[in-house]
């Protein structure tokens, strides 16, 4: 396997990968949106023994209006092709993309997805926290994980994504 940041040459591949794991062309177009109008981001792919781009990961910035300065990104999307599925890709690129952020002086990082998956990459419930998500999902799905030691100490209100996030 190896893992490196995503080059121009690895777009349509890329957005064929989310197509494919998400059933439909929603977060390929987000991807789009976020590299074209998102800034800082963090996009990274992993390829397979046969140097095929399998994966696929993104970090965009996140910000809580009443918070000026706190650098917060979230992850998503995060998608590995279906037959790739399930042999470790996935965890790989969670771990190097957060490493990644913690060397660009991200503070932390959030993610609203599977609460039996991130917890082993260090996310907790986002309840420990002040902090809630602008969408309408369950609060054990929004999860947050301080790549600085209580970087969220102190810190209240609700996670504004970038507005590509909204034409999901
Ligand atoms: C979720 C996803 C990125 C994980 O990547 P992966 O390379 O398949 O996963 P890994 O091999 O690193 O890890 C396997 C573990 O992930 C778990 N997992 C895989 N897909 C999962 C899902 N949709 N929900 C919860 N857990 C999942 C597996 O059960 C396995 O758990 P175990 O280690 O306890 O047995 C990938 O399966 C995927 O692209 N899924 C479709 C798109 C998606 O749901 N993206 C994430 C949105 S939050």
């Given at each position: 396997m190896k893992l490196r940041m995503e080059i121009e040459t690895d777009f349509n591949l890329v957005g064929n990968i989310h197509e494919l794991a998400f059933n439909g062309p929603g977060e390929a177009k987000l991807v789009d949106e976020l590299r074209n109008s998102a800034s800082p981001i963090i996009s990274m792919v992993a390829e397979n023994e046969k140097g095929e781009v399998v994966g696929h990961i993104m970090f965009s910035p996140v910000t809580?209006?009443?918070?000026?300065?706190?650098m917060l990104m979230g992850l998503a999307p995060v998608a590995i092709t279906p037959n790739e599925q399930d042999k470790g890709y996935g965890s790989a690129l969670i771990r190097r993309g957060l490493e990644e952020c913690g060397k660009q002086g991200i503070s932390a990082v959030v993610v609203l997805g599977h609460a039996g998956y991130y917890?082993?990459?260090g996310f907790s419930k986002?309840?420990?926290?002040?902090i809630t998500c602008e969408?309408?999902?369950?609060?054990?799905?929004f999860m947050v994980l301080e790549?600085?030691?209580?970087?969220?100490?102190g810190i209240t209100g609700q996670v504004k994504y970038h507005s590509a996030f909204g034409e999901l």
């Open positions: 809580i209006p009443s918070q000026q300065g706190a917890p082993r990459f986002s309840t420990d926290f002040n969408y309408d999902a369950p609060a054990e799905n790549l600085k030691e209580n970087a969220l100490r």
